[in-house]
Each structure stands twice: as C-alpha cells, then as structure tokens.
C-alpha cells in the first residue's frame, strides 16, 4: 500500500467512496475548496485502486483531522489505521501538538479506532451533524495530544 499526495486524477474515485460511505458526502467543490485553502489531502493506493483517502489540516500549532475514508470492500483491514498512523506522523513533523477531529456520535467504528489510537473524547457538539430524515446527530470532539515535552525545550 502506497500512501500519497491527493493528485486531481483521483478525485472520480475519491467522490465514489465518499459517496458509499457518508449520508452526506462531500461534493467535487468541497474537496477541491480544501485544496485550495493549504490542506493535505493523502490517498492510499494498492498500485491500481485508490482505497481510502483522508484531509488534514495543520497550523498555529494544532492539526485538524477533516475526513478520513476506506472503501467499504477494504474496511477492516488495517488502512485506516495505517492512514491515521501516516496523519499523526504528519502533524508531528509540522510541530502541531494537537490533534483534532469530530465524529458522530453512532459512528462506534471510527470511535474504537480512535480510541485505539491514543485520542480522548473531549467534548460534544450538540446536533452538529444532518441526519436522514431530517433529524441532527451529535459530534464527539477527539483530541491527541502529539508533543509532551516541548513547553521546557528552549533548544
Ligand atoms: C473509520 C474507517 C476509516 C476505519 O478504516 P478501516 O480500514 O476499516 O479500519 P482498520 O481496518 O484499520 O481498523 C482499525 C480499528 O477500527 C475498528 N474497526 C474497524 N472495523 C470495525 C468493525 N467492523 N467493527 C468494529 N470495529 C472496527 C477496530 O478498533 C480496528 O482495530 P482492530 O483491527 O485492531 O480491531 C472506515 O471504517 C471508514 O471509512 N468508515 C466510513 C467513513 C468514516 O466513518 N470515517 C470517519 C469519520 S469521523
């Protein structure tokens, strides 16, 4: 599995995940809007096939996980967690001492993973997200902490 820089040319195949795997999936102008505004859009590739993809976005000392995707015919096989793993090591380097995302509250899957990984559940966004049917669903806000021993480093 590669994982690399988001090129236009995978945006089809981008837009087709993200449309089997969110109620409420972005558009073609959401993705290239956040291109645009500096953040890093990855894809992981196995050489033929796009199978996941994720958007992160790092300043001012903290990074912000946006979306994070698997193909449903490779979900659970360990590529969201080797995509996360890469984002972390990613906000690190760009010295972000936190990690940030939101997720929906019955999104138990995308959770465990989380958790699995080190985040902490640090609050709630009440009726953030659209539901079908017309009806909003609450956001859990998950935070890593990245750095721990900068605040003494006067090097
Ligand atoms: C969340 C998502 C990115 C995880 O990617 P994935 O490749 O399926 O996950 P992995 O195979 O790397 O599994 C990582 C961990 O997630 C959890 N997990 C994955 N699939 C699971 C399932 N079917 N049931 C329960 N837990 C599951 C487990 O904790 C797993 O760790 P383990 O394999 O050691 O048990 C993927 O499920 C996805 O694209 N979901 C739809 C989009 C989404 O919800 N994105 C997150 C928005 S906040």
Redesign the pocket.
Known sequence: MLIRKLMEEDLPAVLEIEQQ??PFPWSRQIFTDTIESGALLVVVEDGQRVK?YAVLSTGGGEAQLFN???SPD?????????LLQWLIEQAKQQQAEMLF?E?RLS?Q??Q??YL?MGFNEIGLRKRYYRCNGGGREDALIYALQLQSENYFNLS
């Open positions: 795997v969110y996941g994070i995707a698997v490779s979900q659970g096989r360990g590529l969201g967690r080797e995302l997720v999104n899957v995308a465990l993973l699995d």
